[in-house]
């Protein structure tokens, strides 16, 4: 019979441990946590977004905060916007003059202003400006109320917070975004046609006329419409924003921010898709 021999713990070779700390896994790691935390923020704003959907459609309905929002994004909004559209008016008309003289087709100012400002310029640019104004005001005023507990308080009142604070203002982006951009394509077109008069003489009447002849309505109706969706995108993600904040004032700051930059840049990805969408929809 063989005589056992102990053998202590530690005569045992250790093997080797895999290197948690090496910079390849702390990236891996790294990459997959923000992988992780992107589908997650998609994932909570569909998720506030059919909250939002299913409040509105059920009643009581908050007219009164849809007016008072409906004002303030609306009328409060417009001097800004029309005076981002006479500057782009004024910007396109010295640069389509210049451009249209080095070939030789200055007849075609009118019709390339009016197509340019219309389809282009003046629904980007009235987007852009109110999701600066309107994004970072929705952000910071519904983010105070959430660091403030004021949210908390009106779902304490057996009001659904989601009906009163961002369908309202959901819907009032909605509606208003299309008027602010007929009021910035008529700033552009004016400021266009005074820019081109002062340095040739050309009447307003032969303007329009050359501008908009052989348009249809389906040249300038999508265009002018589309921006329905980039209030939508202002709207809910400014709203989104500003009632998941946490961290006080700092995340009342962080809330403004993120609510522009996201806003601004999910608005010109919409309107690649929405070109395309309309190019093939109205060719």
């Not at 009032?172 to 910035?184: D, E, G, H, K, S």
């Not at 008069?197 to 307003?204: D, G, Q």
């Not at 032969?206 to 348009?215: L, V």
Request: charged share 15%.
């Amino acid at each position: 019979m063989r005589n056992s021999v102990a053998v202590h713990p530690t005569d045992i070779p250790s093997q080797p441990k895999s290197n948690r700390n090496s910079p390849a896994l702390a990236i891996a790691d790294s990459t997959s946590k923000r992988i992780g935390a992107f589908f997650e923020w998609f994932g909570n704003l569909g998720i506030f977004f059919w909250q939002v959907l299913c409040a509105a459609v059920t009643p009581p309905y908050e007219w009164r905060e849809l007016i008072r929002q409906l004002d303030e994004i609306g009328s409060k909004s417009l001097p800004l916007v029309a005076l981002a559209g006479a500057a782009i008016g004024v910007v396109v008309s010295l640069e389509a003059r210049y451009t249209l003289s080095r070939f030789g087709a200055k007849s075609l100012f009118p019709s390339s202003l009016v197509y340019s400002v219309i389809e282009v310029m003046g629904p980007i640019i009235t987007g852009l400006v109110v999701s600066g104004r309107v994004g970072a005001g929705i952000g910071a005023e519904l983010a105070s109320m959430k660091v403030t507990e004021q949210i908390d308080a009106i779902e304490a009142s057996a009001i659904n917070p989601y009906r009163l604070l961002a369908a309202t203002r959901i819907l009032a982006c909605i509606v208003m975004l299309p008027l602010l951009t007929v009021a910035a394509d008529i700033c552009a077109l004016l400021t266009g046609w005074f820019a081109q008069a002062m340095v040739e003489p050309l009447a307003f009447r032969q303007f329009i006329e050359n501008g908009f002849h052989g348009a249809t309505f389906n040249a300038f109706l999508p265009p002018t419409f589309k921006t329905s969706v980039y209030g939508l995108i202002i709207g809910l993600i400014a709203c989104f924003q500003g009632m998941r904040t946490t961290g006080g004032a700092e995340g009342v700051g962080r809330a403004a921010t993120n609510s522009v930059v996201l806003a601004s840049l999910f608005l010109i990805l919409a309107d690649v898709v929405l070109v395309k969408f309309i190019l093939v929809v109205f060719p």
